[in-house]
């Protein structure tokens, strides 16, 4: 039972116990970590990569009231309706999307990206699911829709980006962002991410295979890899400055996971590394709610991803590639951006750190080794791409870190949306096992009591909410809720992960039209 299991288990057990016990006496996470069988294994050390544990002691004050819950809950939430007409001759697919992100790591490791092509059709959403720190996260939500758009553009449009920096004119922009003011971005970094940008589409132009542009699915394929090549090789080489050289390191060494839509004319096109997830919801005729997962997660689960794995390397590491469902023991997504501690050979791992970074106590993180590191790389970025025509029936795309998918089904989650969408009380089931006579009828009173209407405008807030308070009787406990989000960062890590979710709305008429064809 790992640190998270356990620490769920005693949660969900005894949250009035929990709330009370932690407000009136000081524990510390390592205090909490030794009341499992396994301390090393915790959440806050083994999820991702591995977390010290931190010490200290906290007085927990668990009494939020719901306008605290909520200021902390809408925080980061983002409400977007999108125009009708896409400005190149057609409807747009997308009608509205909601987003939002709810911390467990300071700072926060999750990042996402929402963005319109301006030079090809389409819309871009990105969830990026940080680990060993946000660097990885940070470069790869900024510079991704970058590289995918780019790769869709025309050899004509490249060609006017090309003339345009030669003469130093303004360049066209190639994407319309959506951000919220939350939103970071690296500006000490610019100057090299337009340089590298500017590499990357006259190696397309110089293909003279570029044509009218990529295929999502292949522009999605190059642009990942792509990405991730030149993280590896910005970390490698000298840059302007110490500041630069740090952020290009610190993203080369942490790592990302990534799951990104593009929903365009030709339909939805998602392409995934790692363990984020996209589910599609749809409507029957009957007015029932089915999820359409369009992406697999990429860990020990996925018993093709395992075969993938172990066929990368000897037959003699077949025991150590996977240890304790982890990479190498260790990581446990087995696709990721960054992380070149997986990638690169530990001669070019050493040299790097000891010569690239005057700040070396930022990157103590990374000295690390992973046991049995035979035969590297272990680790790459291609994703897997998926394709989905859009239909009448379908009405929502679900776009979400796996701090959501730790704590509900697909399942769960179109219901929930669906249930916002509608405003009508869908109820999730609970199987007669789990409950005798008198119980069943409880909660049935209960939630007869508690069908009122959505408390959140924000799809995503509402999802999150659900993720955080939801009991194992599938109801809402405001004391659980008013207890996850007011655990101290160093404790909170323990009981659940950074929760990023964007929900994409389609638009029914352009679905309809688009079938009709």
């Not at 205090?31 to 544990?53: E, M, Q, W, Y």
């Not at 132009?205 to 009218?212: I, T």
Request: net charge negative; hydrophobic share 35%.
């Amino acid at each position: 039972m790992s640190g998270y299991v356990c620490s769920r288990v005693f949660f969900n057990t005894g949250i009035r116990h929990l709330s009370s016990s932690f407000a009136t006496s000081n524990v510390s996470p390592a205090t909490l970590s030794k009341t499992c069988l396994f301390p090393s294994h915790a959440r806050g050390i083994s999820s991702r990569r591995g977390r010290s544990g931190q010490g200290g002691e906290n007085t927990l004050d668990f009494h939020l009231n719901r306008l605290q819950i909520d200021a902390v809950l809408c925080a980061n939430e983002q409400s977007v309706r999108i125009p009708e007409f896409d400005g190149r001759g057609g409807s747009s697919p997308v009608l509205r999307f909601e987003s939002n992100q709810l911390a467990a790591n300071t700072p926060l490791e999750d990042r996402r990206s929402s963005a319109r092509c301006l030079q090809a059709r389409g819309m871009i959403f990105g969830v990026f699911d940080g680990h060993g720190g946000h660097a990885c996260a940070q470069a790869v939500s900024e510079r991704l829709p970058y590289y995918i758009a780019v790769a869709m553009m025309s050899e004509s449009l490249l060609e006017d980006l090309e003339a345009a920096m030669e003469t130093a004119r303004p360049v066209p922009p190639i994407l319309q962002w959506y951000k919220h003011r939350n939103d970071y971005n690296y500006r000490e970094s610019a100057a090299l991410y337009v340089n590298n940008l500017r590499v990357y589409w006259q190696e397309l132009l110089a293909s003279e295979e570029q044509g009218e542009g990529m295929s999502p699915v292949d522009a999605f394929s190059y642009a990942f890899q792509r990405l991730d090549t030149d993280l590896s090789l910005e970390a490698q080489v000298p840059l302007a400055n110490d500041l630069m050289r740090s952020t290009a390191i610190q993203a080369a060494f942490a790592g990302c996971t990534a799951c990104v839509a593009h929903v365009g004319p030709e339909g939805v096109h998602v392409a995934n590394v790692g363990d984020c997830r996209a589910v599609l919801g749809f409507q029957e005729d009957d007015g029932s709610w089915n999820a359409l997962p369009l992406t697999q997660d990429h860990n020990s689960t996925n018993q093709a991803e395992l075969k993938r794995v172990w066929s990368q390397h000897p037959v003699s590491e077949r025991q150590t590639v996977i240890v304790d469902d982890r990479l190498l023991g260790v990581l446990m997504p087995l696709r990721a951006f960054g992380d070149v501690r997986f990638k690169w050979r530990r001669e070019l791992q050493q040299s790097v750190l000891e010569n690239g970074e005057s700040d070396s106590e930022a990157l103590n993180l990374y000295q690390y080794a992973p046991p049995n590191y035979l035969t590297p790389p272990y680790l790459d970025a291609t994703p897997e791409v998926t394709y989905h025509r859009l239909r009448p029936q379908d009405r929502f795309l679900i776009v979400a870190s796996d701090g959501l998918w730790d704590e509900m089904s697909n399942e769960e989650a179109v219901r929930l949306v669906a249930e916002h969408l509608t405003g009508v009380h869908l109820q999730a089931r609970v199987s007669a096992r789990q409950l005798n006579l008198g119980q069943m009828h409880q909660l049935l009173l209960r939630r007869r009591a508690k069908a009122t209407p959505s408390l959140d405008r924000n799809a995503a807030t509402h999802l999150i909410r659900h993720a955080l308070s939801t009991n194992e009787y599938g109801e809402m406990d405001q004391e659980r809720l008013a207890t996850m989000l007011a655990l101290p960062s160093d404790l909170a890590r323990m009981y659940r992960d950074d929760i990023t979710v964007t929900v994409i709305y389609f638009n029914s008429n352009f679905s309809q039209s688009s079938h009709n064809k």
